[in-house]
């Protein structure tokens, strides 16, 4: 059963937000509370929360004292929690995780039997009107009224174990066949430039004329710009050492429905869109934040990614020159 309470809503929080730890989560999220002077301070002092009692608290081990939980339940502190959450949690979110750390909390609202459908459907409306900082501040002081100590029976502890030794196994089988295949080695790349190079050159070249205020600029151009010749030189490397990464991928999973390097390069492309889309004073500036962004990702739904130590910084930028190639984003938008 999935129950809503400070340790399965403070789980989801950390998971969208960027090197958040047990401790620094709870203390963000707690700090409307334990922070406030007036309410609790002035009764209870300071209150430091450390990284063991954190992790008892969102691993279900302990339940939040109750001296936390009365304050929470005032409302002095729920008057002002979306204002709180506007300038404490939501900027602390990683954007291109906060409509899965929505999405998660939606569905754990909804699968929980113990909250009463019409509470459901009040928590969830601050979603559907687009109030997020008053969706996550109600639902947090909700959950921190909950039973927080998870008890599981021990038929479930004993299918749990099951499982993750069948997980190790299926893990170590998959580990034994990539070790078959030696690391991907960019390929040597052709002085002339090839036609299945051009989409996303040509988007390179508008980039760089679109800083220069030019109408357009050809390869033949660059030899007129030492800054751009390098950066162009390297970009095509960027671009050869995913297209190697793909032809060995493709190799290993031929037989299969889904092709991992495809998976690898969709969730890629949901990391780097909205930054993409973004407004920008032109084309190598956009170019150049959606490069740094996408060396940041925390990608792991390909197995390419989980078994293997092959997706690099090259390889995460070449697949945006491959995502510019397939025409899903764009370097000077027209």
Same mark, same amino acid.
Request: proline fraction near 2%; hydrophobic fraction near 35%.
């Given at each position: 059963?999935?129950?809503?309470?400070?340790?399965?809503?403070? %789980?989801?929080?950390?998971?969208?937000?960027?090197? +958040?730890?047990?401790?620094?989560?709870?203390?963000?999220?707690? $700090?409307?509370?334990?922070?406030?002077?007036?309410?609790?301070?002035?009764?209870? $002092?300071?209150?430091?929360?450390?990284?063991?009692? +954190?992790?008892?608290?969102?691993?279900?081990?302990?339940?939040?004292?109750?001296?936390?939980?009365?304050? +929470?339940?005032?409302?002095?502190?729920?008057?002002?929690?979306?204002?709180?959450?506007?300038?404490?949690?939501?900027?602390?979110?990683?954007?291109?995780?906060?409509?899965?750390?929505?999405?998660?909390?939606?569905?754990?609202?909804?699968? !929980? /039997?113990?909250?009463?459908?019409?509470?459901?459907?009040?928590?969830?409306?601050?979603?559907?009107?687009?109030?997020?900082?008053?969706?996550?501040?109600?639902?947090?002081?909700?959950?921190?009224?909950?039973?927080?100590?998870?008890?599981?029976?021990?038929?479930?502890?004993?299918?749990?174990?099951?499982?993750?030794?069948?997980?190790?196994?299926?893990?170590? @089988?998959?580990?034994?066949?990539?070790?078959?295949?030696? /690391?991907?080695?960019?390929?040597?790349?052709?002085?002339?430039?090839?036609?299945?190079?051009?989409?996303?050159?040509?988007?390179?070249?508008?980039?760089?004329?679109? +800083?220069?205020?030019?109408?357009?600029?050809?390869?033949?151009?660059?030899?007129?710009?030492?800054?751009?010749?390098?950066?162009?030189?390297?970009?095509?490397?960027?671009?050869?050492?995913?297209?190697? &990464?793909?032809? &060995?991928? %493709?190799?290993?999973?031929?037989?299969?429905?889904?092709?991992?390097?495809?998976?690898?390069?969709?969730? /890629? &492309? !949901?990391?780097?869109?909205?930054?993409?889309?973004?407004?920008?004073?032109? $084309?190598?500036?956009?170019?150049?934040?959606?490069?740094?962004?996408?060396?940041?990702?925390?990608?792991?739904?390909?197995?390419?990614? %989980?078994?293997?130590?092959?997706?690099?910084? @090259?390889?995460?930028?070449?697949?945006?020159?491959?995502?510019?190639?397939?025409?899903?984003?764009?370097?000077?938008?027209?």
């Amino acid at each position: 059963m999935n129950i809503l309470n400070f340790g399965t809503y403070t %789980r989801i929080i950390k998971n969208g937000m960027n090197k +958040a730890t047990n401790e620094s989560v709870s203390q963000d999220l707690l $700090g409307i509370i334990i922070n406030n002077e007036n309410l609790f301070q002035a009764k209870h $002092g300071i209150y430091h929360i450390d990284s063991s009692q +954190a992790s008892k608290w969102i691993n279900g081990k302990e339940n939040i004292p109750n001296k936390i939980r009365v304050i +929470a339940d005032k409302f002095e502190i729920e008057n002002i929690s979306a204002e709180y959450f506007n300038k404490k949690i939501l900027f602390k979110l990683n954007e291109s995780k906060q409509e899965d750390t929505y999405s998660a909390l939606l569905k754990l609202i909804n699968s !929980d /039997t113990t909250i009463s459908e019409e509470k459901k459907n009040i928590l969830i409306s601050f979603y559907n009107n687009d109030n997020y900082c008053e969706f996550l501040a109600k639902t947090f002081l909700y959950a921190i009224q909950k039973h927080n100590i998870i008890k599981v029976k021990n038929k479930t502890v004993d299918k749990v174990h099951t499982t993750i030794a069948n997980l190790k196994n299926t893990t170590n @089988k998959l580990k034994e066949i990539y070790q078959q295949y030696p /690391t991907p080695k960019t390929e040597t790349i052709p002085p002339k430039i090839q036609n299945h190079e051009e989409t996303y050159i040509t988007e390179i070249l508008k980039a760089y004329a679109d +800083a220069e205020n030019l109408e357009e600029l050809s390869p033949e151009d660059l030899n007129n710009y030492k800054r751009y010749k390098r950066s162009f030189e390297k970009e095509r490397t960027y671009y050869y050492a995913a297209q190697s &990464l793909e032809k &060995l991928s %493709r190799d290993i999973f031929s037989d299969d429905e889904i092709y991992e390097f495809d998976v690898l390069k969709e969730e /890629t &492309l !949901d990391g780097v869109i909205r930054i993409a889309e973004k407004d920008y004073p032109n $084309g190598l500036i956009r170019l150049n934040t959606v490069m740094e962004h996408v060396t940041t990702l925390s990608l792991n739904k390909s197995q390419l990614v %989980r078994f293997t130590t092959w997706i690099g910084v @090259k390889e995460r930028m070449g697949i945006c020159h491959m995502l510019v190639k397939d025409g899903q984003i764009s370097w000077v938008y027209d």
